[in-house]
């Protein structure tokens, strides 16, 4: 595809509902609710909060700033701007292939459980809820279910860059925020839901400022804003000239903060009305939930619409990752997109097939998770904030976040003293102490 062919996202709401569907997904629904109730409630969030304005923000900037200057996948793009640096796009192509080998699994119980809301067949089982997931992880249906959730994301991405990803994402966000409003809203005329509020917004100070609280909260911003992975780059290559960077940054960053709580605002009322533990770990969504439902009237609507919910949050985030790697495979091994967007696919299965197996008994879903989450996201980031400001001509970020001086920006010079000074300091100071 010649350069000024190719594929752009239309205005300034399809980009930021695309990039904020990559960002709002499992990470805001599933596992921000369950750390948070793991570190702290409220505590937590604050942490996260600042976690995300000093740290996310930067380098989700630094990352579109490289793909939207070059308009190449993120291995193209990294090489365009500089021969050295360009392993920086590979390590972005190692996560999400990493992030592929789990992330589906996942995503597939939230079908699962969907069907098994719909036919009722979760609620009429005589057996308890965490039995039910055993057996389920026991049986070969996640991985059936893993693999249709791949087919369902190839479908989407091999439709293109506008029929595709744009328009799924601008169909499906709107669904998702409409859910998360109803449930928060149902959830709120529940007995002694209050409880739930009052853990989520007490604070507890020394709780928030402990080391693990920060690493646990920093690594989730990079996860829930898809930074440090190479997926912004390669979304940005279909950005604009004229889109405001910044602006796009602060919308998908609130958005994604905003699901975030609403996730929890479902969650921790239901959970302390039903008078259950907040720290119910990963399982918290597959079998404390159910729990909770089942003492609603309607319980498999309710159930149903809520895993449609988790259903099209992962959806809209499998395709930016998938994206990542067939505009990798389009791009730099000049296939089709048609080819490409195949390879990914059977990559993927084969990936999650080897979660899947334990193949020699390992944990592959927790190596996967830790190596994306722990190790290639922070210093995905970490670099990409020091290759923008001190390896590129000087001005570059300045130039690409006012749009060549077209945009006045107070923020601008903002962002780039947190790029210089403090971003990647603080990232590094957390990665070596999570090391130690
Ligand atoms: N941000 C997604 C979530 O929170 O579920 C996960 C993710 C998507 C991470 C894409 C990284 C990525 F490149």
Request: charged letters at 15%; proline letters at 3%.
């Amino acid at each position: 595809m010649s350069e000024n062919k190719r594929a752009s996202f239309g205005g300034k709401l399809s980009v930021i509902l695309v990039a904020a569907g990559s960002a709002i997904g499992l990470g805001a629904i599933w596992r921000f609710p369950y750390i948070a109730g793991e570190n702290g409630g409220a505590a937590f969030m604050l942490v996260f909060l600042l976690s995300v304005f000093i740290v996310g923000i930067p380098a989700m900037l630094a990352e579109f700033a490289v793909g939207r200057r070059t308009r190449k996948n993120a291995v193209g793009a990294f090489k365009e701007l500089s021969k050295r640096w360009n392993w920086l796009g590979y390590s972005g192509v190692l996560g999400a292939m990493l992030i592929s080998g789990y992330y589906y699994l996942i995503a597939g119980w939230s079908l699962e459980y969907l069907v098994n809301s719909a036919t009722g067949a979760l609620y009429s089982s005589a057996d308890t809820f965490s039995e039910q997931f055993d057996s389920f992880q026991r049986s070969w249906r996640p991985l059936i279910y893993g693999i249709i959730f791949i087919l369902m994301t190839h479908v989407i991405v091999s439709r293109g860059v506008e029929k595709g990803i744009e328009k799924a994402s601008k169909i499906m966000m709107p669904m998702l925020f409409l859910i998360l409003i109803v449930m928060a809203v149902r959830v709120s005329f529940m007995p002694n839901a209050i409880e739930g509020y009052r853990f989520l917004f007490s604070f507890d100070f020394s709780e928030a400022f402990k080391p693990e609280t920060i690493m646990m909260a920093i690594g989730q911003a990079f996860f829930s804003l898809s930074v440090g992975m190479g997926c912004m780059v390669t979304y940005a290559s279909y950005f604009k000239k004229d889109n405001n960077l910044i602006a796009t940054s602060f919308n998908v960053s609130i958005l994604t903060l905003l699901v975030s709580v609403l996730a929890g605002l479902v969650i921790f009322p239901a959970v302390f009305s039903a008078g259950l533990e907040p720290s119910g770990g990963p399982s918290l969504v597959f079998v404390t939930l159910p729990e909770i439902f089942k003492g609603m009237p309607l319980a498999s609507m309710w159930s149903a619409i809520f895993f449609v919910l988790v259903m099209l949050a992962s959806l809209t985030s499998t395709i930016s990752f998938h994206e990542v790697l067939t505009a990798y495979f389009a791009e730099e091994f000049k296939l089709s997109r048609q080819a490409a967007a195949i390879t990914t696919t059977a990559l993927s299965i084969a990936l999650s097939s080897l979660t899947f197996s334990k193949l020699f008994g390992l944990d592959y879903l927790d190596i996967f998770d830790k190596v994306t989450a722990n190790v290639l996201m922070p210093l995905g980031a970490m670099f990409t904030c020091v290759f923008v400001i001190w390896v590129l001509e000087r001005d570059f970020m300045k130039n690409e976040l006012t749009n060549y001086g077209s945009l006045k920006s107070r923020i601008a010079p903002v962002i780039v003293f947190m790029l210089k000074y403090i971003t990647p300091l603080l990232i590094f100071y957390i990665f070596t102490r999570n090391i130690i």
